[in-house]
């Protein structure tokens, strides 16, 4: 059974910096995508960015390019999104999501219907 643990979420003031981790467990790493999407209150989910288990390839949204990096341990099956420059914006709740590659390994514009999910991690920029 896929396990995804997110945690590294908090408060922080705009400007500031997280690193939030997804420890994945109980699935072949290296033939998933992972994600990284956020809900904030009164808003639809989005994606944010993913990341091929199997090469690392990645993708963004375009709000969060430049400031996001996705990358990807792949000894410890763990996905991180490094944040930056953070904005009040940027407030939500946190979700890592894991669904299996499709033949060519392609990650962009969030294309899986990701059905492996994480219990969530709060993120709160503070102006």
């Known amino acids: 059974e896929a396990h995804l643990a997110e945690s590294g979420g908090g408060l922080v003031q705009a400007g500031g910096s997280l690193r939030l981790s997804c420890v994945a467990s109980g699935f072949p790493f290296h033939e998933y995508a992972i994600a990284w999407f956020r809900q904030a209150d009164g808003k639809e989910r989005e994606g944010v960015a993913s990341?091929?288990?199997?090469?690392?390839?990645?993708y963004y949204t375009d709000s969060v390019k430049d400031r996001f990096t996705i990358s990807a341990d792949f000894d410890k099956n763990t996905v991180y999104l490094e944040m930056n420059s953070l904005k009040p914006g940027d407030t939500a709740v946190y979700y890592c999501a894991a669904q299996i590659l499709d033949y060519f390994g392609n990650v962009s514009k969030f294309r899986y219907e990701y059905e492996n999910w994480g219990q969530g991690t709060q993120v709160t920029i503070s102006s």
């Open positions: 990341i091929s288990g199997s090469d690392g390839r990645t």
